[in-house]
């Protein structure tokens, strides 16, 4: 397997089955993608190749608008690869490729670069300026230039299509469980543990403070969750809380903070990542410190519940 940042200095691919798109979240859609793509390649003795895009294209094509990736490159191309797609080519998405035409795109990219056997892509795939391509264009060109394309059709979760804004729609909304059934895995995020005001150890419940790794990456709606968190490789059950403290502070800003259960340990500097399990509440404001240590037990028993983890 090989990784290549740019479409420079390719190796000469043959018999390629390429795979094209963002694959921000590598959902079940997109694994399905990838899983035809795989066979296909087997299939034929060819190669099988994704191409994707970085930054998101809709950060260049849209700039005024907010997006929040799913999965920080890093994320991506692990999940890919254990699809067991040989090849992953990232090409930059600045102004300049933006710029070229459906024609040029396919023609003097794609064609050039890829030497494809077989175009796999999802529903409703649109390339060059303008989005002005569709299957139809790339359909046609194929006829032209001896190279097949399929498309698959979206794939669906009680009839709703499974897509990357989906999954986000419901991270933002805390519904964690909804877009862990259209990812195929629990919603995750990584983050360096930094120094805090320390207030958890005060009430009896240490927690580490976490600065995600990535800016882009989308934070999920504030509130209280059980977490899984993987630590140096090991897993701990934990709760997660996403807010303002309004309880201990006035400012805005919104703080990371997740307590280990069964954990005592200095880990500043460590670099956990965590899995969101379920929304366990909303975020309030108690009238004193005790009845939030209170609310924190009530917690701590509803996401050892939802965890299946014994005190």
Known sequence: MAIFTSSDHLPEFENTVLTIGSFDGVHIGHRAILKEVVSKAREIGGQSVLLTFEPHPRKLIFPTQTLNVLTPLDTKLQLITAAGIEHIVVQPFDHEFSSLSAEDYVLNFLVKNFNPHTVIIGYDHHFGHDRKGNIDVLKSYGTLHNFRVEELSARLIDDAAVSSTKVRTAIRQGKVNEAQAMLGRPYSLKGRVIHGQKLGRKLGYPTANIKPGNDDQLIPAIGIYAVKVNLDGQFFGGMMSI??????????????????????????????????????????????????????????????SVLKLNR
């Open 243 to 304: 807010g303002k403290r309004p309880t201990v502070s006035e400012d805005e800003q919104i703080h990371l903070e997740v307590n280990l259960f069964d954990f005592d340990k200095d880990i500043y500097g460590h670099l956990p990542e965590i899995e969101f399990i379920d929304y366990l509440r909303d975020e309030l404001k108690f009238e004193n410190l005790e009845d939030l240590k209170k609310q924190i037990a009530d917690d701590e028993h509803a996401a050892r």
